[in-house]
């Protein structure tokens, strides 16, 4: 099993915004082999740097199967409107990607 997720600064007040945005999105993530799940988790504010933490999750039966998503067709069409919401980011989203270890 793999999961990757992004983690984004969001610029307080926005906060609504970027959920609307997740909420709303055409996403085609159950039509790809080996997609099992998604997540959007909010983080606490963060008063004395003015964002809120946010991070996507998504989970995957493996690495190539995730792999495969970030080059597909689907991938694409997801990103296009990508950076044209009035969501404010502090800074570009941060990418981690996780093996999950077994038996542990």
């Known amino acids: 099993m793999y999961i990757a997720m992004n983690r984004f600064k969001v610029q307080k007040g926005s906060e609504d915004a970027f ?3 997740w909420k709303n999105r055409d996403s085609s993530l159950s039509d790809m082999k080996g997609f099992k799940e ?3 988790l909010r983080g606490p504010l963060n008063e004395t740097d003015g964002y809120t933490l946010f991070a996507s999750h998504t989970v995957w039966a ?3 199967d995730f792999i ?3 080059k597909s067709e689907n991938f694409r069409a997801a990103h296009r409107n990508a ?3 009035k969501v404010h980011y ?3 989203p941060q990418f ?3 093996s ?3 038996g542990a």
């Open 90 to 92: 502090s800074g570009h």
């Open 38 to 40: 998604f997540h959007l």
């Open 62 to 64: 493996s690495e190539a």
């Open 83 to 85: 950076g044209t919401t």
């Open 19 to 21: 959920e609307s945005v």
């Open 68 to 70: 495969a998503w970030t």
């Open 96 to 98: 981690e990607g996780f």
């Open 100 to 102: 999950v270890v077994e």
